[in-house]
């Protein structure tokens, strides 16, 4: 009884496929397996003769029994064991074989998709990744691909060679005996019928335990998390009742399904003494009417194991097949999605430098290619309208505006995560649809707000300004911003492992390590998205003199949340409700008296407050 | 020493799992009996059906055949009783064992002190309450299934060995090898298995990271680059699962393997005895019946020992926690508290968050009833920690601290806390709806007395626009307000207690300036009549004051109104001009 208390992993409806998905999905991945075909066809193969060498056994037995003992003729016994043996052997070198060739197939196949699914993901467009969730796109690289791994290593071996098995092993009897078969099999219905019974059920069971389960760890999480609050408002009480209620509901849900396999696993265990006891009292009369031998008996009740043993694991591996065919469709729906802003076929490098030219552009979320869930994203109001805008080389432009008055999209805009509805933006004449991917990228960088970095050191951090750079480019970069002291003074210096997203940091030298990458980059278009949270104030003052230095020679355009910074730039483009409404230097729009005027006067007054 | 240790914490984590099962010893004793009447009936059955093969064959009775037959079916109904009740009964007391200790570790985690939740992760406790409770589970889950188990093993064995003690050696021989073999494949598989854990977990950091990453990795044209790290992280898991598939093609196949070499030497052996007459054919297929059933029982055996070690090093780690003693409890003879003004005093109040990292030093500082006090200084200067002191978070390492001349030590700390409402400066919302948040300290509030909080925290006028007004859910998994909003209701929460002494530790801090002068009447009204300790930067907060306190290294240096320090105190202005170049202008904000 292998496998005896391992239950099986709930399914919900949306890890089930109709008989339709399930045949495009496995037509997919045939198509998908192509150069590993050869090797799941030998593979196939092993298998097959593997299963033989064990359902010969008890055909073995069946001969040693009635050659053998019933004739009293010792060499046939002899042959039979040493046969038996044999096919033992065989069977455990081909068992060795085809797990192995299963496995080394299926993992490098496994390899191969996580190669090609990371890679489409990563060449997607900004708009699909602003409005798909994270955590979804990181469960499509992990925990799908993981119950595909999961299939591979404890799965997919059992299920093929149990589907053999039990049918081999009912060829077999009927071979022997169709009389005895028949009676053996009035046994089959009434399991399989149990198996699928306690498989419907302990699946709804197991979900109403993962939701139990869930809901219980959200109010430990909560009940930790907010211990102080809980202590001040002097509220233990209260909640360690509140937990007692999840539990105790945690504790129920597990307990039905003890209770439902507390069902079948009795009916199981007498279902198989039932077999034992037809084969025998059935076969017993046989054997007395001569119908069939006293070997043939043996040989049935060690097959009915082989019967037996497949139902139950078939079912409980069932769902791991299933939520892995699930897995698979939603890996391939995201492979499916299509890149928005992708590079035209001829596309032309932009200039080194030139004029940035918005020309009428209207904007809206929403919309494009479906997600990976083939659903098309309703297109969303309004974001510019008629928006039109120039920036000379060298120049620096400030964006001001309210939140949601369009600034940040416009920057969008500018660096190409997104294409214009309507009207075009240019580099040097050249519309950005029309550019390279690679050189756009050269050309124009964005700097976001906060400095995000990656696991690893701070060069490596700093590379990623122009992948390729060797670290004397790196240093220079570091350098013409005046950090090279700063930088120097990490533990490590650049070497410095920075750890998961850079926390080992601070806010502000995380914005250095970004601003570095700007450095390194070299683009003649700078699209800096001003920070809106606190830096201490020595930082601050690095940060922006650091940025004073990057701003030297390039063309800048800044999402300004500071008046400050808007005052230092050459011109200042005040954005409100989707519509470029004031465009000029500090200087002409405190003149012009109207919104700048006024957003500048109540910040000066604000100023005067606290001063 | 460390060795000492760990078997130390061991043996603390038996302790703890014998006391959590000992109350269910009637499931116990229920299970076990099931347990024995299972072997007992199993064992019988090839017994049974060598016998009938015999008879049915030497004497040709087809009438004894039948009736054996029927006796088998009979033994049937009770082995699958049995194995129902057995399991049920495990299944059972393991999972109340589980949910016991659960509710046991949260309690006591509620009601731990402030500095022992400083230094606990969050996440580490998670694991504590479920991993390691869960490992305790299933040991307590297999211990009476294995116990059966060995049963069976002995049963088997004493059968075999009586019917031809040779042939049991024979057809046993193999077996004690598959028990081998799987303790050592669990043994090898573990750290390699957990490695491959360790590699999925990197290889999902880089998506994660890629993905959030993204707008500098598309930014930049970096694209390239992660790539190349996730194909490095996707090798580095493909070696693990290639290490892990050779060593389970080297073990699965013995699983059926080592078996069948018990049937072939009973085949070969026992079918010699058979012709020597020594031995009935029906026994043959006896012996093999009996191989099947020593199968599982032999695999389960090297699982118990496996999960003995983990689960006892869980049960360890569970105790560790759950002997903290907590630090901050009601002093024996504890007073109520007292009836007064609301007047604190901090008479040379000394303090630190451990050794070497000591916060107040020395403070004097008195705050009459009804009077709200700015308490104004540099970062790390123990603003937060005086306000933190009063409701006994942690408690004073010298000096003396009195609310209307009581040692708030003597206070029973219930009441104590009941009488001070405080808002954090990282305010957390529970994922409840706006109208349970703001009820927090008493859940049976009036909805009348839930809106006025709101009304004068300023929270009113947000709330009403929500989805669902006051049932709008917030919180982790709920509508997400900003940090000036979740603040409104924090503030709302304190003032909904009703407490008399009301502390607001940067209560208002990322709260819109703009706003801010609104909800400035609201609070006014709020501070009427109670003892206010305001921690602020703002010189719109700080004015809500009557008085202001410039703390500066522990010690209360300078205080006067906001103008008088202004005047006289250099330190003050250069408080005030720091926080002030640390914060950006909402300029959003702005008409």
């Known amino acids: 009884m292998r496998g005896g208390w391992v239950e099986p992993g709930p399914l919900d409806d949306e890890d089930k496929l109709n008989r339709d998905q399930a045949r495009s999905v496995l037509r997919r991945l045939w198509t998908l397996l192509g150069p590993y075909r050869s090797a799941v066809y030998v593979a196939s193969l092993v298998l097959v003769a593997q299963t033989a060498c064990l359902l010969a056994g008890p055909w073995l037995v069946r001969y040693g029994v009635d050659a053998g003992l019933i004739d009293k003729n010792a060499s046939a016994l002899n042959r039979a064991s040493i046969a038996y043996l044999i096919v033992a052997l065989i069977g455990l070198v081909l068992g060795r074989i085809v797990i192995w060739m299963v496995s080394k197939t299926g993992e490098q196949f496994l390899r191969y998709l996580r190669a090609r699914v990371f890679k489409h993901l990563i060449g997607l467009s900004m708009g699909f990744f602003e409005r798909e969730k994270t955590g979804r796109l990181v469960a499509r690289m992990t925990s799908d691909i993981d119950a595909l791994q999961e299939l591979i290593s404890q799965g997919l071996v059992m299920f093929v060679q149990n589907i053999l098995i039990f049918f081999g092993a009912i060829v077999v009897i009927f071979w022997m005996s169709w009389q005895l078969a028949l009676a053996v099999l009035v046994i089959v219905p009434p399991v399989v019928f149990a198996s699928r019974w306690f498989r419907r059920e302990s699946n709804r069971a197991y979900l109403e335990v993962r939701e139990s389960i869930g809901t219980n760890m959200a109010t430990l999480q909560e009940g930790l998390e907010g211990v102080r609050v809980v202590q001040a408002f002097g509220r233990e009480g209260g909640w360690t009742r509140r937990f007692r209620d999840t539990n105790e509901a945690q504790f129920?849900?597990?307990?039905?399904?003890?209770?439902?396999?507390?069902?079948?696993?009795?009916?199981?265990?007498?279902?198989?003494?039932?077999?034992?006891?037809?084969?025998?009292?059935?076969?017993?009369?046989?054997?007395?009417?001569?119908?069939?031998?006293?070997?043939?008996?043996?040989?049935?009740?060690?097959?009915?194991?082989?019967?037996?043993?497949?139902?139950?694991?078939?079912?409980?591996?069932?769902?791991?097949?299933?939520?892995?065919?699930?897995?698979?469709?939603?890996?391939?729906?995201?492979?499916?999605?299509?890149?928005?802003?992708?590079?035209?076929?001829?596309?032309?490098?932009?200039?080194?430098?030139?004029?940035?030219?918005?020309?009428?552009?209207?904007?809206?979320?929403?919309?494009?290619?479906?997600?990976?869930?083939?659903?098309?994203?309703?297109?969303?109001?309004?974001?510019?309208?008629?928006?039109?805008?120039?920036v000379l080389p060298g120049e620096r432009l400030a964006l001001v505006g309210p939140t949601g008055a369009g600034k940040s999209t416009l920057a969008k805009l500018m660096v190409r995560f997104y294409d214009p509805r309507e009207g075009h933006v240019t580099f040097g004449g050249v519309d950005l649809r029309d550019a390279t991917l690679a050189s756009l990228r050269e050309r124009i960088v964005v700097?976001?707000?906060?400095?995000?970095?990656?696991?690893?050191?701070?060069?490596?951090?700093?590379?990623?300004?122009?992948?390729?750079?060797?670290?004397?480019?790196?240093?220079?970069?570091?350098?013409?911003?005046?950090?090279?002291?700063?930088?120097?003074?990490?533990?490590?210096?650049?070497?410095?492992?920075?750890?998961?997203?850079?926390?080992?940091?601070?806010?502000?030298?995380?914005?250095?390590?970004?601003?570095?990458?700007?450095?390194?980059?070299?683009?003649?278009?700078?699209?800096?998205?001003?920070?809106?949270?606190?830096?201490?104030?020595?930082?601050?003052?690095?940060?922006?003199?650091?940025?004073?230095?990057?701003?030297?020679?390039?063309?800048?355009?800044?999402?300004?949340?500071?008046?400050?910074?808007?005052?230092?730039?050459?011109?200042?483009?005040?954005?409100?409700?989707?519509?470029?409404?004031?465009?000029?230097?500090?200087?002409?729009?405190?003149?012009?008296?109207?919104?700048?005027?006024?957003?500048?006067?109540a910040w000066d007054a604000g100023q005067e407050r606290t001063a | 020493m460390v060795v000492d240790d760990e078997r130390e914490i061991r043996r603390a984590g038996w302790r703890l799992i014998g006391n959590a099962v000992r109350p269910q010893k009637w499931w116990i004793a229920?299970?076990?009996?099931?347990?024995?009447?299972?072997?007992?009936?199993?064992?019988?059955?090839?017994?049974?059906?060598?016998?009938?093969?015999?008879?049915?064959?030497?004497?040709?009775?087809?009438?004894?055949?039948?009736?054996?037959?029927?006796?088998?079916?009979?033994?049937?109904v009770v082995q699958g009783i049995c194995t129902g009740l057995r399991r049920y009964s495990a299944f059972r007391i393991a999972l109340r064992t589980?949910?016991?200790?659960?509710?046991?570790?949260?309690?006591?985690?509620?009601?731990?002190?402030?500095?022992?939740?400083?230094?606990?992760?969050?996440?580490?406790?998670?694991?504590?309450?479920?991993?390691?409770?869960?490992?305790?589970?299933?040991?307590?889950?297999?211990?009476?299934?294995?116990?059966?188990?060995?049963?069976?093993?002995?049963?088997?064995?004493?059968?075999?060995?009586?019917?031809?003690?040779?042939?049991?050696?024979?057809?046993?021989?193999?077996?004690?090898?598959?028990?081998?073999?799987?303790?050592?494949?669990?043994?090898?598989?573990?750290?390699?298995?957990?490695?491959?854990?360790?590699?999925?977990?990197?290889?999902?950091?880089?998506?994660?990271?890629?993905?959030?990453?993204?707008?500098?990795?598309?930014?930049?044209?970096?694209?390239?680059?992660?790539?190349?790290?996730?194909?490095?992280?996707?090798?580095?898991?493909?070696?693990?699962?290639?290490?892990?598939?050779?060593?389970?093609?080297?073990?699965?196949?013995?699983?059926?393997?080592?078996?069948?070499?018990?049937?072939?030497?009973?085949?070969?052996?026992?079918?010699?005895?058979?012709?020597?007459?020594?031995?009935?054919i029906g026994s043959i297929l006896a012996f093999n019946l009996y191989i099947f059933m020593l199968i599982w029982p032999l695999r389960m055996v090297g699982m118990l020992i496996a999960q003995a070690s983990r689960a006892s090093a869980g049960g360890g780690r569970v105790d560790q926690i759950l002997k903290t003693d907590l630090l901050i409890t009601d002093a024996p003879g504890a007073v109520a508290m007292p009836v007064g003004p609301g007047e604190i005093r901090f008479e040379g109040v000394r303090f630190g968050y451990g050794p070497g990292r000591a916060v107040l030093n020395g403070l004097d500082l008195t705050i009459r009833g009804g009077e709200a006090v700015a308490l104004v200084g540099a970062t790390g200067g123990g603003k937060s920690t005086i306000g933190r002191l009063l409701p006994r978070f942690y408690d004073i390492e010298g000096g003396a601290l009195l609310i209307d001349g009581v040692d708030v030590r003597s206070i029973r700390i219930a009441e104590l806390r009941s009488e001070i409402g405080i808002v954090f400066e990282d305010t957390f919302l529970f994922s409840d709806s706006v109208r349970e948040n703001i009820a927090f300290a008493n859940p049976e509030a009036s909805f009348e007395s839930v809106q006025r909080a709101a009304r004068?925290?300023?929270?009113?006028?947000?709330?009403?626009?929500?989805?669902?007004?006051?049932?709008?859910?917030?919180?982790?998994?709920?509508?997400?307000?900003?940090g000036g909003q979740r603040q409104r209701i924090a503030i709302a929460r304190a003032v909904l207690a009703d407490p008399r002494i009301l502390i607001l530790d940067d209560a208002t801090s990322a709260v819109d300036p703009t706003k801010e002068h609104e909800i400035r009447a609201a609070l006014g009204e709020v501070m009427e009549g109670r003892t206010t300790l305001i921690i602020a930067h703002r010189p719109a907060t700080i004015a809500l004051a009557d008085r202001v306190v410039l703390i500066d290294d522990g010690r209360a240096i300078a205080q006067g109104t906001h103008d008088e320090l202004l005047a006289s105190s250099q330190r003050y202005r250069e408080v005030l001009a720091q926080a002030e170049a640390a914060g950006p202008i909402a300029l959003d904000a702005a008409p």
């Not at chain 1, 790196?474 to 850079?502: K, N, Y």
């Not at chain 1, 003052?541 to 005052?567: D, I, M, N, P």
């Not at chain 2, 994660?208 to 992660?226: N, P």
């Open chain 1, 252 to 390: 129920e849900a597990n307990l039905e399904t003890v209770r439902i396999s507390a069902r079948y696993f009795p009916l199981v265990e007498f279902t198989g003494v039932v077999g034992i006891a037809v084969i025998v009292g059935a076969g017993g009369v046989m054997v007395n009417e001569a119908i069939i031998s006293v070997g043939t008996v043996l040989a049935f009740v060690l097959y009915l194991n082989n019967i037996f043993e497949p139902i139950q694991q078939l079912s409980q591996l069932y769902n791991t097949v299933q939520s892995s065919g699930a897995a698979l469709q939603k890996i391939f729906g995201l492979l499916d999605t299509e890149a928005a802003v992708g590079e035209k076929p001829g596309a032309v490098d932009l200039p080194a430098e030139g004029v940035l030219k918005i020309g009428a552009v209207s904007f809206a979320y929403g919309g494009g290619p479906p997600d990976t869930d083939g659903v098309v994203a309703p297109e969303g109001p309004i974001v510019l309208s008629g928006v039109s805008l120039e």
């Open chain 2, 456 to 482: 004068l925290s300023g929270a009113e006028e947000f709330v009403t626009k929500l989805p669902d007004g006051y049932d709008t859910i917030v919180g982790e998994n709920g509508f997400s307000l900003s």
């Open chain 2, 98 to 280: 589980e949910t016991d200790l659960r509710q046991r570790l949260f309690a006591h985690l509620q009601r731990l002190h402030f500095a022992f939740h400083d230094h606990a992760q969050t996440g580490q406790l998670m694991a504590r309450a479920n991993t390691d409770i869960q490992q305790i589970e299933t040991l307590v889950i297999l211990m009476p299934l294995t116990a059966a188990s060995l049963v069976t093993m002995i049963g088997v064995i004493v059968i075999m060995a009586l019917e031809d003690p040779v042939l049991a050696l024979l057809a046993l021989g193999a077996m004690p090898f598959l028990n081998i073999a799987a303790a050592r494949f669990s043994k090898r598989i573990a750290p390699v298995n957990m490695d491959l854990q360790q590699e999925l977990a990197d290889l999902s950091g880089v998506v994660e990271e890629s993905l959030s990453g993204i707008r500098v990795v598309k930014g930049f044209g970096a694209e390239r680059m992660q790539i190349e790290k996730l194909e490095a992280e996707a090798d580095a898991v493909l070696d693990r699962a290639l290490a892990s598939a050779r060593l389970r093609a080297g073990f699965m196949p013995l699983i059926d393997f080592l078996p069948t070499l018990s049937m072939v030497a009973i085949l070969f052996y026992g079918g010699h005895q058979v012709l020597a007459g020594q031995l009935e």
């Open chain 2, 30 to 76: 229920g299970g076990i009996t099931a347990g024995i009447v299972w072997t007992a009936a199993k064992l019988t059955i090839p017994l049974l059906a060598a016998a009938a093969i015999d008879d049915g064959l030497h004497q040709g009775d087809i009438g004894h055949v039948i009736r054996l037959t029927c006796v088998m079916i009979a033994v049937g």
């Open chain 1, 447 to 601: 700097v976001p707000q906060e400095g995000f970095l990656f696991a690893g050191t701070v060069r490596e951090n700093v590379r990623v300004g122009r992948v390729g750079a060797t670290n004397a480019e790196i240093d220079a970069a570091i350098a013409a911003l005046g950090l090279a002291q700063i930088f120097e003074s990490f533990p490590d210096g650049l070497d410095t492992e920075v750890r998961e997203r850079g926390s080992r940091l601070s806010a502000g030298e995380k914005q250095l390590v970004s601003l570095a990458r700007a450095a390194l980059a070299d683009p003649a278009l700078l699209v800096l998205d001003e920070a809106t949270s606190n830096l201490d104030p020595g930082t601050e003052r690095q940060v922006e003199l650091a940025l004073e230095r990057l701003s030297e020679g390039r063309t800048v355009v800044v999402v300004a949340h500071r008046l400050s910074t808007a005052e230092r730039c050459d011109r200042i483009a005040v954005v409100d409700g989707g519509r470029l409404v004031e465009i000029g230097t500090h200087d002409e729009l405190i003149e012009r008296r109207e919104r700048y005027s006024r957003l500048f006067a």
